[in-house]
């Protein structure tokens, strides 16, 4: 209602839900790619996880980012 007599506060709220979505499919696409660029896991563990992030993708997206290890950011040379 507040928004339909404020035509600025509306397209401050598109934009505010814009970013917010853009973002949600950022972190996804991330999550995605970070998934297969990992070395600590097998081929499996990255299907499983691929799986998982594109059946339920924000859930799966979320989960993942809880499960990873946080050693995983260590760049391997090896």
């Given at each position: 209602?507040?928004?339909?007599?404020?035509?600025?506060?509306?397209?401050?709220?598109a934009v505010l839900w814009f970013f917010f979505i853009f973002?949600?499919?950022?972190?996804?696409i991330w999550a995605f790619i970070?998934?297969?660029?990992?070395?600590?896991?097998?081929?499996?563990?990255?299907a499983g996880w691929a799986f998982v992030i594109l059946i339920i993708p924000f859930f799966g997206m979320l989960i993942y980012l809880i499960a990873r290890p946080p050693e995983a950011d260590a760049i391997q040379t090896t």
């Open positions: 209602m507040l928004a339909y007599d404020f035509p600025l506060l509306s397209l401050t709220l973002s949600i499919f950022f972190a996804i970070d998934n297969f660029r990992r070395h600590d896991h097998g081929g499996w563990a990255k």
